[in-house]
Nanobody
Framework: QVQLVESGGGLVQAGGSLRLSCETSGRSFSSYAMGWFRQAPGEERKFVAA????????YYAASVKGRFTVSRDNAKNTVYLQMNSLKPEDTAVYFC?????????????????WGKGTQVTVSS
């Protein structure tokens, strides 16, 4: 079992930055690939970014590529999402998730464990 807790969300003006963190506990963090998803009101949960077990490979949605950076620190059992040049359309609840190293990184149903989410609100 893996427990995930997100933090770092908040209210920011357009053009600003936030860094989300996701601390994990339980089974070996370094054996999992990690993903970030977001869900706006009335919309389905959407892929944002993912990182493989050792940080050697990263994946991004087209809407955030060049603005967001995913990273991980296996010594701290933590994955991060640095979000720059934020836009009002980035407003959502952001979730981190863990999955086994194989399979599709972009699909929410591929992930085995989820955090409860952290709210990010970007004002115009």
């Amino acid at each position: 079992q893996v427990q995930l807790v997100e933090s770092g969300g908040g209210l920011v003006q357009a053009g600003g930055s936030l860094r989300l963190s996701c601390e994990t506990s339980g089974r070996s963090f370094s054996s999992y690939a990690m993903g970030w998803f977001r869900q706006a009101p009335g919309e389905e949960r959407k892929f944002v970014a993912a990182i493989n077990w050792n940080g050697g490979n990263t994946y991004y949605a087209a809407s955030v590529k060049g603005r967001f950076t995913v990273s991980r620190d296996n010594a701290k059992n933590t994955v991060y999402l640095q979000m720059n040049s934020l836009k009002p359309e980035d407003t959502a609840v952001y979730f981190c998730a863990a999955k086994t190293p194989w399979g599709n990184y972009y699909i929410a149903t591929e992930y085995d464990y989820w955090g409860k989410g952290t709210q990010v609100t970007v004002s115009s």
